[in-house]
């Protein structure tokens, strides 16, 4: 989008409470991240994120290892399963936060213990909601997506530029950068 920006990891706790629902529980993870940054810089825009995959109503997180991924990848194997992705924009000197979520779906293609004993070989699994990239190697196992793919990737751009022009953070007619 040619927007400059810096990457800056919050310390925070990435666990659902208790009987929180997965839209719920990035809404918040997105908020906390958003506001933990603003904290130390108050007066700019800080864009908050987190993104999760939930197979029939139960959120899968990040695995620990390559066990929990294979388990992850078995089920999700050829399958149906959705991507939440929440995202905040918060400016604590002005006071102001804008939130969105973005759900998509995506359906693998059925999975043999090679592909996935392959895939885990890669190392891509590790450090991934819902252990596979789309925009990596995993992608070869996604048959289709319902919805925004960079969504998927991890933020939903095409929900989230509506809110950055509208704040002037991303003007085209800078080049994108919103740095007239």
Do not use: C
Not at 35 to 47: D, G, I
Not at 72 to 89: E, I, N
Not at 138 to 156: A, D, H, K, Q, T
Not at 167 to 180: H, S
Request: hydrophobic content about 40%.
């Amino acid at each position: 989008m040619g927007v400059d920006f810096r990457v800056i990891e919050p310390e925070i706790e990435e666990r659902p409470r208790e009987g929180e629902p997965p839209a719920s529980f990035v809404r918040r993870l997105a908020v906390e991240k958003a506001r933990k940054v603003a904290e130390v810089h108050p007066s700019s825009w800080v864009l908050g994120a987190d993104t999760v995959v939930v197979l029939e109503g139960e959120i899968m997180g990040k695995p620990q290892g390559a066990s929990e991924a294979a388990s992850m990848l078995r089920r999700l194997s050829g399958k149906v399963h959705q991507v939440l992705t929440a995202f905040a924009l918060v400016n604590l000197a002005e006071g102001r936060q804008i939130t969105g979520l973005e759900t998509t779906e995506v359906k693998f293609v059925p999975m043999d213990e090679t592909d996935i004993r392959w895939y885990i070989s890669t190392g891509e699994p590790l450090g991934k909601a819902g252990a596979y990239a789309i925009q990596g190697r995993g992608g070869v196992f996604v048959e289709w997506v319902r919805g925004s793919y960079s969504n998927v990737v991890g933020l939903p751009l095409a929900q989230l530029l509506p809110h950055l022009k509208a704040l002037g953070l991303w003007r085209p007619e800078d080049g994108g950068t919103g740095q007239g």
